[in-house]
């Protein structure tokens, strides 16, 4: 099948590893062009490297908690590939624990990173598509069923969710197509660490497992094959849903 992603263009937060970085690969795999970012500077140069280098991809060292960085990688993206059709945007994880446990400041710096951070990318990312586009943005299955230990984002994650609904029907007649998507328990470094956090990281797993249909835990490359067709030509008549890919743990029609 098709994509038609050769020569697109898309800028990928949170790029450097996980689930931003599969997708990256999945993107470039199929022909398209990416600016990563990450915190990191030199986990940044490491994943540029292993996209292919500058003729596939280009990376800027940035923290969406700056209102500045939106800004630079749009510019980025046109500035060195001469065009934008997209973005997903990942964040980090927040701190683990329960909503009523985290104190004040862990609230505030998690609603400024992965809230009104992935807010401000997309708007900005919306603004710079000028014919048409697709914007992913990169929630959690604690968008519509609370995770245990994992209070801030319980609390986060569905207003973003609401947040994407929104921003679909605002950008619909531009052409512009917003998806939230919702990755259930799929082995990155995020997961690796909660199962280490238990206890008993086997056990942990297996418990998990248990309670997925597909009885394992996804990998990275089976979130970024998702989303890089979301973000395609291939899906242009999919916008303002929030698409799990937990290998069917949530239980909701």
Wanted: charged share 20%; net charge neutral; aromatic share 4%.
């Amino acid at each position: 099948m098709d994509l038609g992603l050769t020569d697109r263009v898309y800028v990928l937060t949170g790029a450097s590893r996980g689930l931003g970085f599969a997708t990256a690969e999945c993107l470039v795999a199929d022909g398209a062009r990416v600016v990563v970012s990450a915190r990191a500077p030199e986990r940044v140069a490491e994943a540029v490297q292993r996209l292919g280098g500058p003729e596939r991809a280009i990376g800027l060292a940035a923290d969406l908690a700056d209102p500045a960085t939106p800004e630079r990688l749009v510019a980025a993206a046109r500035e060195h590939f001469g065009r934008l059709d997209g973005a997903l945007v990942s964040v980090g994880g927040p701190p683990t624990g329960t909503a009523a446990g985290a104190t004040d400041a862990q609230w505030r710096e998690s609603f400024e990173t992965v809230f009104l951070g992935t807010v401000r990318t997309a708007r900005t990312v919306a603004a710079g598509l000028s014919d048409g586009g697709a914007i992913a943005l990169v929630l959690s299955s604690s968008a519509r069923s609370p995770l245990a230990g994992l209070g801030i984002s319980n609390g986060l994650r569905p207003g973003l969710a609401g947040v994407a609904k929104d921003m679909a029907d605002e950008y619909g007649p531009r052409d512009v197509r917003v998806v939230g998507l919702l990755p259930g328990r799929i082995m990155t470094d995020r997961n690796r660490e909660l199962l280490a956090a238990s206890g008993d990281a086997g056990r942990a797993r297996a418990e998990a497992e248990a309670g997925i249909p597909l009885r394992r835990i996804g990998e990275p490359a089976e979130f970024g094959r998702v989303a890089a067709f979301v973000l395609s030509p291939a899906a242009g008549y999919l916008t303002g849903i929030t698409l799990p890919v937990d290998g069917g743990a949530l239980r909701g029609l």
